[in-house]
Every structure is written in C-alpha cells, then in structure tokens.
C-alpha cells in the first residue's frame, strides 16, 4: 500500500551534498506533478521543488541555485541534487504529488552539521 518511498538522506558537513530519491507508484505516477517537501521541527512543511510530468519545475527561493530536481519517467522515480548544503537545510525531506492527495511516506532525514 505504500505509494511514495523516500531515500537517499544522511548525515552531511556543511557545503556537502546530497541525491534524494522519490520512488512512486506507478499506478499514480503517470501525468502526476511530483514535489519535494522538507519539514523541520517547530516548522511548517515547506515546499521546495517541484517538477510537473511536462518538466516545468520550479524552487522555492532558499534553494534555487543549489538544488535540482528531476524525474525520470521509466523508473517512475523524482530526484532532488542537493548541493552547497546549509545547516538550516536540515529536515525530513518529503515527496508528494501536487496537490498532495496521497498518503504520506515516511521521508529522509537530512542533516547537515559540522
């Protein structure tokens, strides 16, 4: 039952980088706009990038230049390269469809620290 699965978060120093993975359902990844969230605690969910089944992308502004989404329909499969990463960076980082309609995964954890 589980539609979205999220990996590719771990422990990182400051300027490092990171590649997410957003593994979704095929059954509703066709023709899907597929973002990338981040949550922190005491913070509302963010939305970060998101990536339309057309590739029309767009980023919030924290992260435009250092961030890069991308998808790739035959895996069925939405990426997020994180690079020159900050400590204000750190959160569980989320993949949803938009509108978020479908369950939550359970997300990745990125923290960046020195």
């Known amino acids: 039952q589980v539609q979205l699965v999220e990996s590719g978060g771990g422990l990182v120093q400051p300027g490092g980088s990171l590649r997410l993975s957003c593994a979704v359902s095929?059954?509703?990844?066709?023709?899907?706009?597929v973002a990338w969230y981040r949550q922190a605690p005491g913070r509302e969910r963010e939305l970060v990038a998101r990536?339309?089944?057309?590739?029309?992308?767009t980023y919030a502004d924290s992260v435009k230049g250092r961030f890069t989404i991308s998808r790739d329909n035959s895996k069925n499969s939405v990426y997020l390269q994180m690079n020159a990463l900050k400590p204000e960076d750190t959160a569980v980082y989320l993949c949803?469809?938009?509108?978020?309609?479908?369950?939550w995964g359970q997300g990745t954890q990125v923290t960046v620290s020195s």
């Open positions: 949803n469809l938009l509108p978020s309609w479908v369950p």
């Open positions: 095929r059954s509703i990844f066709s023709g899907a706009t």
């Open positions: 990536i339309s089944s057309g590739n029309r992308i």
